[in-house]
């Protein structure tokens, strides 16, 4: 029988440094990450070994200027960085996307003082960060939020309480949506608040379904003091931070999706061509050739997606649209790509002795992180049709 293994994805690059830069990656994952993951994830053991040996890489600062330690790459290139380490292991691709996100704001926005004293720590000193805008009460209704930060001498007092949040307990700092005027979008403000502030603290990590090694917690903050420097961009722009980052944070997510679709697919092509019924490879009954062949589609089609995204974000172009759509439909086609390999291996895939249960069980949460699916249904409607009447 021919060998028909699944190969390296074939990825158009920029430049000669992205090849080596992703040649770096897989190396990395297939040498560090992919081989614990599975013994990890069902241990539920978050690997910050890797997170710093990211860091040492030049890893974790990727679009990021490499004035303060970036990596001076373009979206394109890391969001395919991103879809590497996802197919190695998802807490990484994903735990990468969510330290990226927490840089956003003051990368963005922070006045040059502040870059210069944080940002080379954060993006290549060692340290992983958090994004705090979702609380118990305040999912994707994020501008109701009620964790307030009011202003106390030269500084400021934050009080309250965010939910869902990766890396809580384990972060460094914490870029923090607060309420420091009136109700809605225009009263919040952002922050960068240490980890070992005084008056932070982590509940115990949520118990998912999947994703077992990312810690998911709600993040306290009981008076928690800060100075004015911390306060990133002016009083009541913390709503437009946030979803600034979002719209970049998103396509993070897309490009993960497509590296735990990938992983399905490539765990479902061996199985299939190794495992033989009827006198021959599975692979040769056209009911599921023609399941891999909508499976490989659809992740080149979500690929080409979010990639489209990424140039125009690159090109300094509007992207908002295109990063909903990006993020729907990588998300979607990994669910069901995921879904697809476990039926694929049949009573195999139902079992932990093969990754596709894994797989499928991660692809979940990507449908709801950083805006629903419904959510991004909507931002999708309003560019194309307007607002809705009110």
Known sequence: MPDRAPQPVDRLLP?????DLISLVRDIGQ???APKAAEEEDAGRFPREVFSLLSESGLLGLPYDSEYGGGDQPYEVYLQVLEELA???LTVGLGVSVHTLSCHALATFGSKEQQVEHLPAMLGGG???AYCLSEPASGSDAASLRTKAVRDGDGWVITGT????THGGVADFYTVMARTGEEGPRGITAFLVPGNAEGLSAAAPEKKMGMKGSPTAQVHFDGVRVGDDRRIGEEGQGF?????????GRLGIAACAIGVAQAALDEAVTYATERRQFGKPIADFQGLRFMLADMATQIEAGRALYLTAARLKDAGRPFAKQAAMAKLHCTDTAMKVTTDAVQILGGYGYTADFPAERFMREAKVLQIVEGTNQIQRMVIARHVAGPETR
């Open 31 to 33: 040498r560090e990450i």
């Open 15 to 19: 430049t000669e440094e992205a090849r």
């Open 127 to 129: 340290l992983l960060g």
């Open 162 to 165: 965010k939910a869902w949040i």
């Open 87 to 89: 197919a190695a292991r």
């Open 240 to 248: 437009t931070i946030a979803l600034s980052a979002l719209d970049s």
